[in-house]
């Protein structure tokens, strides 16, 4: 403990709380979302968006599947934003995650601006606590989807067009390959939990609940981006090895390992809080929620969990992945965002 009183945390967190709601409220914003729907509506009215405008996804959606009876759609390279400008599509809608920029903001901004034949949509998975990213992606792109309702007053005021939430989705793999390979998610299960987690030096809350649960669980640990380099079959293997996974998120919103559980039929351990999100409406019944109390003694938590994977048996299991495969898969969240895109194209035009 250090020398802060409880008041005094509330004081800081009032302040805080009121010096970002404070600069909000110039009237600068109010200037800076009339341009931006001007802007927004003037390229409505100068091109067409339609089921034959072809779709450029950014290269973390490159598994993605949709209806191509709906979509024309292509992936773009990895690190396209290091190509010449010249070199990019034009006449097409851009359709990216923030993952697919964050090192090259600057260029996505000469991009954007260069580009008033196309439609830019960018479904930001981070808007939950990179702010400063997601207020520049707010403002450059047509239609901003956050995935988290937490700073949606924020970003508001950056961009009129702001659609969702649209929860994160799973991307490692495509449903085709979680469908052939199948029998890897009926194999007997650890009740061990699973729960490897980046280190992040901005986030200290989180590191600890890693490091104390790691005392009791060694397979909930620190680890790098390694997973990245895997193979997809290792990868869906070790997702598949235990029963529960518990998740430690860097803050509030709804991190992908989550889906990630839920798609390969494993029982997800999240924190109480998520009771009160809107991004936990969808989530189905079995979910466990932790106290921070539970990570001193988490064993108890951690046996419920095994107790409802094991009641629901084979049968259960395969219903909670095909039901994972319908609603939080990519396919099924850029399909909605689309949809939303197109829904809200339509009533500025109708306007």
């Known amino acids: 403990m250090n020398n802060y009183s409880l008041y005094q945390y509330i004081d800081r967190v009032a302040k805080n709380t009121g010096d970002t709601h404070e600069i909000l409220e110039n009237e600068f914003f109010d200037y800076l979302v009339m341009k931006k729907y001007s802007e927004t509506l003037k390229k409505i009215a100068n091109n067409e968006f339609s089921n034959k405008t ?17 979509y024309s759609y292509s992936i773009l390279d990895e690190g396209f934003l290091d190509q010449p400008i010249e070199m990019l599509p034009r006449n097409c809608v851009y359709f990216l995650l923030n993952n697919d920029i964050r090192g090259s903001i600057e260029k996505y901004k000469v991009l954007f601006n260069s580009r008033q034949c196309s439609f830019f949509i960018i479904w930001d998975w981070d808007s939950q606590h990179w702010v400063e990213m997601s207020c520049n992606l707010a403002f450059f792109s047509d239609f901003y989807v956050p995935v988290s ?4 007053y924020i970003l508001s005021h950056f961009n009129p ?5 649209v929860f994160v989705g799973v991307y490692q793999w495509s449903k085709n390959f979680i469908a052939c390979n199948m029998e890897l998610l009926l194999r007997a299960r650890k009740n061990t939990p699973y729960g490897p987690h980046y280190f992040y030096s901005a986030f200290p809350r989180r590191n600890r609940a890693v490091v104390t649960l790691s005392k009791k669980f060694p397979d909930i640990n620190f680890a790098d981006n390694t997973y990245k380099l895997t193979a997809d079959i290792d990868n869906l293997r070790s997702w598949s090895d235990h029963k529960a996974h518990w998740i430690i998120p860097v803050r509030s919103g709804m991190p992908v390992r989550v889906f990630n559980c839920l798609i390969t039929g494993g029982i997800p351990i999240v924190p109480s809080f998520y009771r009160s999100l ?6 189905p019944r079995g979910v466990q929620f932790y106290d921070v109390i539970d990570l ?5 938590l951690q ?3 095994n107790n409802f994977f094991d009641q629901q048996e084979t049968a259960g299991l395969i219903q909670r992945v095909g039901n994972a495969l319908k609603i939080y898969h990519i396919d099924s969240r850029s399909d909605m965002i ?3 895109v197109k829904k809200k194209i339509y009533q500025i035009s109708n306007s």
């Open 296 to 300: 001193l003694e988490p064993e108890k």
């Open 54 to 70: 072809k779709i450029f996804f950014g290269n973390h959606l490159k598994n993605i599947k949709l209806d191509e009876e709906k």
């Open 303 to 305: 046996q419920t969990a």
């Open 161 to 165: 067009f702001l659609l969702g939430p």
């Open 149 to 152: 309702s937490d700073n949606a």
């Open 278 to 283: 809107f991004e936990s409406t969808d989530l």
């Open 338 to 340: 689309l949809e939303l």
